[in-house]
């Protein structure tokens, strides 16, 4: 029998699930498993279960063909082959693919942390995580040097998307970032993209150093050595030079996504959004709380823009003819966590909540950023 998938079961444990491929097999049986490894060790059978429709019934023997569960082995992986003691022989394994992309769980440390889920301790999330690891075999779960925060690992965004929606309706409430395994490759090719470059060839040279090379249109450089450097922190090193005339195709993107953000907690009112949607797109509408470093909006310019949404219109003995007239908002821009996740920046971050997402900067005091961004441009410029 090959393991094709796992299951797991507060009363029986980790329940192991394929198809019997040649022979027979009964509850109680003695069995020989072989791991990826290559190493046999002896296990015995507890329970035996057929699939018939929904449901999984105990069975006394199982026949060659049938496609079984069977409990009491629990140290079993997919791809391991359970096969007669006296005859151990390893069935082709199943291939399961590396992890892609790389997120950081953390405790929620936002001012409403608590409000909209139950679950919100370090240990709980740790423990969550663990118990995922018994039938998720493709995900990879770190410690990091902080209690509040772990490293999670899948084979990619929808992977990692649909644990983070199912710990959402159990309740839990922590926050994300993303890192892709090979850092920076995914900042590169979404600007390469906009710039119509075309990818001929990507090397890994299995250290974490990525070649990567394209034909890109002469225009599609103007200000990217500049945006590179910035980009891959200096850790990166392009080179360039002329392949041939082509004709002109295509409009190079110069417009830049960046984040409207919250100067202030409070509730967003309409006259806020109004001069929040003089700038861009709005995420929330009138009545959400908001506090001060909660992302708002976005705009297309290069630099955020902190903004007070809590902004009320101040009253006056004056009125013009058009002061009574109802001003009307946009309807606000909601992203699905994929398109979330994709939108944060390196220094921002996704709140979960049961009820809600929301994105956030990793430091909400805005005299903090500024000092910080202002410290990174002074070790760019001296070259540290």
């Not at 925060?149 to 309706?169: D, K, P, Q, T």
């Not at 996740?341 to 921002?348: K, N, R, S, V």
Request: aromatic fraction near 6%; proline fraction near 4%; charged fraction near 25%.
């Amino acid at each position: 029998m090959l393991v094709a998938a796992l299951d797991y079961d507060n009363y029986l444990g980790q329940i192991a699930i394929g198809r019997i491929f040649r022979g027979s097999l009964s509850f109680r049986d003695s069995v020989a498993v072989l791991g990826r490894d290559g190493v046999v060790r002896p296990e015995n059978v507890e329970n035996v279960f057929i699939f018939k429709g929904l449901e999984r019934l105990p069975a006394q023997t199982v026949q060659a063909g049938e496609i079984v569960a069977i409990s009491g082995i629990a140290e079993i992986s997919i791809g391991d082959t359970i096969a007669d003691p006296y005859e151990a022989e390893a069935l082709p394994s199943i291939e399961i693919d590396e992890p892609t992309v790389m997120m950081t769980f953390g405790v929620n440390t936002s001012p409403l942390m608590g409000r909209e889920g139950s679950r919100c301790t370090s240990r709980m999330l740790r423990e969550r995580l663990l118990r995922e690891l018994r039938t998720n075999v493709s995900l990879r779960v770190e410690e990091t040097a902080s209690a509040d925060e772990f490293f999670v690992s899948g084979r990619g965004e929808l992977h990692l998307a649909i644990l983070v929606e199912n710990m959402r309706r159990e309740d839990y409430e922590f926050q994300l970032t993303v890192f892709t395994r090979e850092e920076f490759i995914g900042t590169l090719s979404e600007s390469l993209a906009d710039r119509l470059a075309q990818m001929t060839n990507m090397d890994n040279d299995g250290n974490g150093n990525v070649k990567m090379e394209y034909l890109v249109p002469t225009r599609g450089l103007i200000g990217f050595r500049s945006w590179f450097l910035r980009a891959t922190r200096g850790n990166g090193v392009i080179d360039n030079r002329f392949v041939e005339y082509r004709p002109m195709r295509g409009e190079v993107k110069s417009a830049f996504s960046q984040s409207l953000v919250a100067s202030e907690p409070g509730v967003a009112v309409t006259y806020g959004l109004l001069n929040a949607q003089g700038r861009g797109s709005t995420f929330v509408e009138p009545g959400t709380p908001v506090y001060e470093g909660m992302i708002v909006g976005m705009h297309p310019k290069e630099d955020d823009i902190v903004i007070n949404v809590c902004r009320e219109k101040k009253l006056t003995n004056m009125r013009s003819s058009t002061a009574d007239v109802a001003k009307r908002l946009s309807p606000p821009v909601k992203m699905r966590l994929e398109e979330a996740l994709e939108f944060i920046a390196t220094d921002e971050l996704v709140e979960v909540t049961p009820l809600n997402f929301r994105l956030r900067k990793k430091q909400l005091s805005a005299g903090v950023r500024l000092r910080q961004r202002s410290r990174d441009r002074q070790r760019e410029t001296v070259g540290v």
